[in-house]
């Protein structure tokens, strides 16, 4: 098997690129002899590279190798932040021991958490990533590091698979298929879930499908600030005029301490939004009402 002349290789891994499945079905027709597998797994990395998860299906299909080269399209997936590719790759084949050979170093999980990347950080950890190993640099668990950089959602997730850790690797993938998360991506690096939903102006239907989860906000979900988009959850609905929204939900009126601690990180230039809402006043009201049970357990 030969593969296509020189400018119609090109353009068959151009279209793979692009996702132009049309244009890869007429060059694959017209080639006498077929494509040959160099040539489908050079387009299997381009086209993994660019996130065309619908290519990738179909170049597989053909028969390309998702284990090529050490598992390189996997590791473009990765590099590239694209959650569905790299679930789609795993479950092919691909393997992540064989892309950690690219950087000894690091493990996939690692460089992905590293850049940033949630989504291909989600889907490795749904194939069976561990988050609990050392991270190279910081001294620190992978779990540590991601709640570090502010990849708040991919810690939840973590938190959330690793309560029943896996009998196989892929026991995670096979258990939580990608697809039930698909209102978790993407996450666009450098933002936390909690952000996007709120620059969004989504965080009511966050907070409901938070509920319905049996979740609540964390103070660190409020207080972390991304090193790309370095403004905490507080400061981004301060901004849209709705930070009364997380306070008028009652999270914090359970715990006087822990609302007076909350109410420190918001910017003084939002503060009139909670005093409008009368949050000072309940919680004045919640600790008088604390300190006469104490009183009433004293007598």
């Not at 793979?16 to 489908?40: E, K, N, V």
């Not at 086209?47 to 190798?65: F, M, N, P, S």
């Not at 910081?138 to 950089?149: E, I, K, M, N, V």
């Amino acid at each position: 098997m030969q593969d296509l002349s020189g400018g119609d290789s090109r353009a068959f891994v151009m279209a793979a690129a692009s996702g132009d499945l049309p244009q890869l079905i007429f060059l694959r027709a017209a080639a006498a002899t077929g494509i040959s597998p160099s040539l489908l797994n050079a387009a299997l990395v381009s086209a993994a590279l660019h996130g065309q998860e619908k290519t990738c299906r179909q170049l597989l299909v053909w028969g390309a190798d998702a284990r090529h080269n050490r598992s390189q399209a996997l590791l473009a997936a990765v590099k590239a932040n694209h959650g569905y590719v790299t679930d789609l790759l795993l479950r092919a084949g691909a393997r992540m021991e064989d892309a950690k050979q690219h950087r000894p170093h690091m493990s996939l999980l690692a460089q992905a958490i590293e850049e940033g990347h949630a989504d291909a950080a989600k889907a490795l950890l749904l194939h069976g990533a561990n988050p609990n190993v050392m991270h190279p640099f910081s001294g620190t668990t992978l779990q540590a590091r991601a709640h570090a950089l502010g990849l708040i959602d991919t810690y939840h997730l973590m938190e959330r698979l690793w309560a029943q850790p896996p009998r196989v690797p892929d026991d995670f993938a096979q258990r939580l298929p990608l697809d039930q998360l698909r209102d978790a991506f993407p996450t666009h690096a450098g933002f936390t879930g909690f952000q996007l939903a709120a620059y969004h102006g989504q965080m009511e239907a966050l907070l409901a499908r938070l509920t319905a989860q049996g979740r609540t906000l964390a103070k660190s979900d409020l207080i972390t600030a991304t090193p790309r988009y370095p403004q905490t959850l507080l400061f981004i609905l301060g901004q849209r005029g709705e930070l009364a929204k997380v306070f008028d939900l009652g999270l914090w009126a359970h715990d006087v301490t822990a609302l007076r601690d909350l109410l420190r990180y918001v910017p003084a230039a939002f503060r009139g939004q909670l005093d409008d809402a009368g949050i000072p006043t309940r919680l004045r009201q919640e600790k008088l009402r604390q300190q006469r049970k104490n009183n009433l357990r004293l007598k």
